[in-house]
């Protein structure tokens, strides 16, 4: 039986920010300039804005087709991304596009990712657009998982369906509505570090398919590769336990070594480097932490941490 074409129905894009003015983020800037280059005639696109900023913030004026919704007990991205994509199924939308706050959109994004979504319309395996992604001049996204465990980035000249395997960041994403569905969202066990990096293994246990669309270059500032200047110690400690449960729940024994190995190296990296000796030392406790903590006992900690979380956050408010 013949699958019908889909409609490409727009795009519903949710953008979150944290301590940031919505309308003053490189996302939203860039977003709304690209909605205003889209030809006449395109497809609908509309906007959500999820704010984590701790307690809310009083915001500017927003434009009428921007919503916004206060998470005041910041949940991450999976929670506002699986709520925008409730709203996007209501809404008709075809697509959900993800951002962060630090994604520079080119002019042209848009247009370029419509053109796509009515090339993939009718292919109801492929779940998700991505656009070429660049911190400076190092190409960071999409990446496919070699062995199921070691990450390597796509060539430059890589383009179109990519085989098993594989994955992006989620800012830029393009992500088909019904695909996501099936899925169940994203999976709220991983709130916010890795709530990507699951999410495409999940569409690649469910057989479906990522197109790369690499003529979309889209520059991104990566926290991890300048974590003196773009994150604070606790920040990379959560990040890096974060990193931690999840390979340990979804990336087996070989996936755990390497990540191991690269540990080592970042912290031998950073003593030759003359690394801030806080971040150093948040690198050596994490080591330390993965060889003598019993996986079992680290998995259950991950629980308890979630279960804890989810007593704290606040309902959002509109």
């Known amino acids: 039986m013949t699958t019908p074409p889909l409609s490409c129905n727009g795009i519903l894009a949710v953008v979150v920010v944290y301590k940031t003015q919505p309308a003053d983020c490189l996302s939203m800037i860039t977003l709304m300039a690209s909605i205003a280059n889209l030809p006449a005639g395109s497809p609908p696109v509309s906007v959500i804005v999820a704010d984590n900023t701790p307690n809310g913030q009083q915001i500017k004026q927003l434009p009428n087709l921007v919503r916004y919704t206060a998470y005041e007990g910041n949940p991450g991205l999976a929670r506002p991304y699986n709520d925008a994509l409730l709203q996007a199924e209501l809404g008709g939308f075809g697509w959900l596009l993800t951002l962060d706050?630090?994604?520079?959109?080119?002019?042209?994004?848009?247009?370029d990712m419509l053109g796509a979504a009515r090339t993939y319309q009718g292919d109801s395996t492929v779940a998700a657009i991505v656009p070429r992604i660049v911190d400076g001049q190092r190409v960071?996204?999409?990446?496919?998982?070699?062995?199921?465990?070691l990450p390597i980035v796509y060539s430059t000249n890589k383009s179109g369906l990519v085989g098993p395997h594989a994955s992006a960041l989620n800012s830029?994403?393009?992500?088909?509505?019904?695909?996501?569905?099936?899925?169940?969202?994203?999976?709220?066990?991983?709130p916010l570090h890795n709530s990507d990096t699951r999410l495409y293994q999940q569409l690649n246990e469910a057989g479906k398919r990522i197109a790369v669309a690499a003529h979309v270059v889209v520059p991104h500032e990566l926290s991890i590769l300048d974590r003196e200047n773009r994150m604070s110690p606790e920040r990379y400690r959560r990040m890096l336990e974060d990193e931690c449960e999840f390979w340990d729940s979804h990336m087996g024994m070989l996936g755990r070594m390497e990540r191991l190995v690269r540990l080592v190296g970042r912290y031998c990296k950073g003593i030759l480097s003359g690394e801030q000796v806080m971040?150093?030392?948040?690198?050596?406790?994490?080591?330390?932490?993965?060889?003598?903590?019993?996986?079992?006992?680290?998995?259950?900690?991950?629980?308890?941490?979630?279960a804890q979380i989810g007593q704290s956050l606040l309902p959002p408010k509109q």
């Open 140 to 149: 960071i996204s999409p990446f496919r998982y070699v062995g199921g465990f």
């Open 172 to 190: 830029a994403s393009l992500l088909r509505v019904s695909a996501l569905r099936e899925l169940g969202g994203y999976d709220e066990s991983f």
């Open 279 to 306: 971040f150093q030392r948040v690198t050596l406790e994490e080591l330390r932490r993965r060889l003598l903590t019993r996986r079992t006992n680290r998995i259950r900690r991950h629980l308890s941490n979630l």
């Open 101 to 111: 706050q630090d994604t520079s959109l080119p002019g042209t994004f848009l247009r």
